[in-house]
């Protein structure tokens, strides 16, 4: 679901004729701000769109200095605690700079926010969140998304859980990249395989898959007769042309799911000797 600052009195899910969509009210300072967002989720490289209401309940004229809606990332931690820097801009759409508002007036502004194809996701530290109204007097509001990782990631980690059998325990964003962390099967074959950490990017439409496994290795001792376990790490990266992993616009599963094959064979029995 959806959240709201702790300032906003209303967080609604609504519908109207173009589907669903969020409408946030926040009253302050004599001024009435309705934030309506298209939607309730949205994938990496999606655009957001919605209508920003204001409204003057003042008994004098109020004038909007510099009127907006940004896209930031927000620190979970900081954000609840209401640091100044929970959040970290990342982009801006300018609605207006100068407007006015007679006592008992409202006037809105559409407006529309489009996200990268390799945009941060949501995840347990933090996700993408919505800042709206005038920036320069402080007045407004912010809310958070639910951005999910684009499908074609989607559908890879569900071929590594479904037919390859690795748990994914996490997923995660940093600089560009998608992280799930999985865990191995519980089989003799993956024994020497501890977790592995598989990150996604499109780069114009190439797919790069990147694999990190932590794995324990044999070793000889001083003597050369005492073995010992050693922990180690193993990657490798794969890019698959946009011919060979799709078919149309839907993913290839058996192509793709030959190249995960091969990735996690370079580490089956292998990382044991």
């Known amino acids: 679901m959806l959240t709201i600052s702790p300032d906003c009195a209303k967080l609604l899910a609504l519908k109207n004729t173009k589907g669903q969509y969020v409408r946030a009210t926040l009253f302050k300072d004599g001024l009435e701000f309705k934030f309506e967002v298209n939607g309730e989720r949205w994938l990496q490289g999606a655009t957001i769109e919605g209508e920003l209401f204001l409204k003057n309940h003042r008994p004098e004229v109020f004038e909007t200095k510099k009127l907006?809606?940004?896209?930031?990332?927000?620190?979970?931690?900081?954000?609840?605690?209401?640091?100044?820097?929970?959040?970290?801009?990342?982009?801006?759409?300018?609605?207006?700079?100068?407007?006015?508002?007679?006592?008992?007036?409202?006037?809105?502004?559409?407006?529309?926010?489009?996200?990268?194809?390799?945009?941060?996701i949501s995840e347990k530290n933090g996700s993408l969140y919505l800042l709206f109204g005038d920036e320069v007097q402080q007045l407004g509001g912010d809310l958070q998304l639910n951005i999910d990782p684009k499908e074609v990631y989607k559908e890879i980690i569900k071929l590594?859980?479904?037919?390859?059998?690795?748990?994914?325990?996490?997923?995660s964003s940093k600089k560009g990249l998608v992280t799930a962390k999985f865990a191995p099967p519980l089989s003799k074959d993956f024994s020497s395989v501890d977790s592995l950490l598989m990150s996604f990017a499109l780069e114009q439409q190439e797919l790069k898959l990147h694999y990190e496994f932590k794995v324990k290795r044999v070793t000889l001792g001083a003597t050369n007769t005492d073995l010992k376990m050693a922990k180690d790490v193993s990657q490798l990266e794969q890019k698959l042309d946009p011919k060979r992993y799709l078919i149309g616009k839907s993913l290839d599963q058996d192509f793709v799911l030959k190249q995960l094959q091969a990735a996690i064979d370079t580490v089956k029995l292998k990382s044991m000797f």
């Open 160 to 171: 590594m859980e479904n037919f390859l059998r690795f748990k994914m325990k996490d997923i």
């Open 68 to 120: 907006n809606v940004r896209l930031c990332w927000g620190d979970f931690k900081k954000v609840k605690t209401r640091d100044a820097k929970a959040f970290t801009p990342l982009s801006s759409t300018e609605l207006s700079t100068s407007e006015i508002l007679n006592s008992g007036e409202e006037k809105s502004w559409k407006w529309s926010i489009k996200l990268e194809d390799n945009c941060p």
